[in-house]
C-alpha cells in the first residue's frame, strides 16, 4: 500500500478524487476512464481533457513499468488547485523521474518529453515512507 501524500505538491483548492490501482497494464486504461469522468463532470474543453488523458496515460505508464512490481499499488489523484488541474500518480519506486530527449529513432522513453511539453508545469516529491508522487498541472483551456 502507497501512503499518500499529506500535503500535495500542488496546493489543493478541491478535496481530491483518489483511484488506488494494481499494477498492471489494465490500470492504464482505468486511470484514463477515471479521469475522463473527473474532468468531464468538472466541465473542462474537450480538447483540453483529451490533452489531460495524453499526461494521465503517460504518468500511469511510467508508474507501471518503471515504479512498480506487477501487483503493487498505484493511486491516482484529481484535484483543481489555483494553477489548474493537478494529477498526482504515487508508485512503490524512490527512482527520480528524467526527461529523455526526443528523437526519431528511439521507440520509447518519450512520455515526460511529452508531459513537460503539454502540462503546465510537472515534477516529483519523494515520499517520507518510500516511493514517490509524480505530478503535472494540467491546463484547462487549450494554449
Known sequence: MID???NSPVPAMTDPSVLMLT????AIKAARDFARGWLDGKGFQRTAVEIALLIVSELVTNAYKHGSEPGQAISVRLYLSEAG???EVCDGSDAEPHVKPLTLDTFSGRGLAIVS???RAWGFRHLASGGKTVYAVMREKTP
Open 4 to 6: 499518500e501524500p499529506r
Open 23 to 26: 499494477s498492471s497494464p489494465e
Open 85 to 87: 488541474p493537478v494529477v
Open 117 to 119: 511539453e503539454l502540462a
